[in-house]
């Protein structure tokens, strides 16, 4: 059983890890040309570095890929170079993802993922140092100082998968789902008979009329399942988007008004909003004598609308729960997809660019984005880059709240990896 629960969270569960690509780094060059002995500074900034980007494709439909490359990084921005050469770009990553995936952060939800083309930005890639052109002034015109590539974004994300379906079946393992979902549509779902053999959620088209119909085979669910019994949080998920459900009932069990009561008390201690759910019931097996000698009487328990004897095997009364299943769906409203849901780009939402100081110990740290990202993108072996980050520094008015704070001589400040010491 614990394979079995391993692998169904990885069909629908799945933690990655995603960097954009660093920034290239920005020329330090000066114009070395025939008679002109003393050019100026010429050089090129870097480029910026690839992004990573999810994007929903209809290719997929499980997580089951992210079990072997759980990593993504994109490709660094190119450096810069004299004659103000601009550094490329890095190369973007595209990660596909099945439809109706979920992502999150520690922070919380960033995106619910539903329309094939979608994409979400996930990390940045950082920006290109400039080159040593840009700090000219009148009293450096021979600056030899260029800034490194700011560092890309990294993130950990986690990401969920909901199947997204017009009708899902549920009901207890071996009930015939699998059966069901073959005999209405194209699918071809593993089948066999013993509990579990469907370990993430079947989908199978099929039309009625000009209507094209999605329908998703749910696990089986067992008793305690809300709970995480068995695979339970693994398969209620699915059952969250769908618009209608069908309750397939094993009609040839010992008591198949039990049986759905508890499939439907574990989807309503699950979501409560559950139970409001449109559904009909299916009477499945009907090719069985014992269940075919009980037709009236259970068609009677289950209070006789709504309930459709049906036999996975041989076809019979498929028809007419598909007509049934059309006409619920036809009452319902219809999702509506933007009509530029393939064109649509989430991104992230830019980083605070707030800076504070702290004490800590015996020195100062200084937090920030702003900040940090000054000092990852100086390169202190440079003959001019201390002087220049400390005009930079004063200009955001960190130099003084440090002083403010009471740093003093011989302190080490702290500034992302960077450990500074006060003069």
């Known amino acids: 059983m614990a394979m079995s629960e391993r692998q169904g969270s990885y069909l629908d569960e799945a933690r990655i890890y995603v960097k954009g690509g660093d920034g290239g780094n920005g020329a330090l ?23 990573v980007f999810l994007r929903v494709s209809h290719n997929e439909n499980t997580l089951l890929q992210f079990t072997h490359k759980r990593h993504f990084k994109a490709e660094r921005g190119g450096n810069g170079a004299g004659r103000k050469k601009h550094g490329r770009k ?18 919380g939800l960033l995106a619910d993922l539903v329309y094939p083309g979608e994409m979400l930005l996930v990390a940045r890639g950082g920006r290109g140092g400039l080159g040593n052109v840009h700090f000219a002034t009148p009293t450096n015109r021979a600056p030899r100082v260029a800034q490194k590539g700011e560092p890309g974004e990294e993130h950990w994300l986690d990401l969920e998968l909901k199947t997204i379906a017009d009708v899902g079946l549920v009901g207890l393992p071996n009930a015939g789902k699998s059966s069901l979902l073959a005999a209405i549509s194209a699918a071809h779902p593993k089948i066999a008979s013993y509990p579990f053999t469907t370990l993430s959620p079947n989908l199978g088209v099929t039309e009625v009329g000009d209507v094209a119909i999605v329908v998703a085979d ?47 008390d574990e989807m309503t201690e699950y979501d409560p909003a559950l139970a409001e759910r449109p559904s009909l019931i299916a009477l499945n097996k009907m090719d069985l004598p014992e269940a075919e000698a009980r037709r009236a009487e259970l068609i009677a328990a289950f209070g006789g609308r709504d309930v459709y004897p049906v036999s996975a095997v041989s076809g019979a009364g498929v028809a007419a729960l598909l007509t049934a299943i059309a006409g619920a769906l036809a009452e319902l409203p219809a999702p509506e997809a933007p009509p530029d849901a393939g064109l649509r780009v ?51 008015g960190v130099l003084q709240a440090l002083e403010r704070a009471g740093v003093g001589s011989g302190d080490t400040v702290v500034i992302g990896d960077a450990e500074l010491e006060w003069t």
């Open 29 to 51: 060059s000066f114009r070395r040309e025939k008679y002109v002995p003393f050019g100026g500074p010429d050089g090129g900034d870097g480029g910026r570095g690839g992004s």
């Open 90 to 107: 890095g190369q973007d990553v595209i990660v596909d993802v099945p439809p109706g995936t979920v992502v999150r952060t520690e922070e």
């Open 218 to 264: 749910i696990p089986g669910l067992i008793e305690g399942a809300h709970r995480g019994v068995g695979l339970g949080y693994q398969f209620l998920r699915h059952v969250e988007r769908a618009r209608l459900l069908v309750h397939v009932v094993d009609a040839s069990a010992a008591d198949p008004v039990a049986d759905y009561r508890v499939v439907r």
């Open 346 to 396: 989430y991104r992230l939402a830019p980083a605070e660019e707030a800076w504070s100081v702290e004490r800590f110990g015996n020195g100062f740290r200084v937090r920030g984005k702003p900040v940090e990202r000054l000092m990852a993108m100086t390169d202190l072996n440079q003959e001019d880059a201390a002087a220049e980050l400390q005009r930079r520094l004063a200009r955001m």
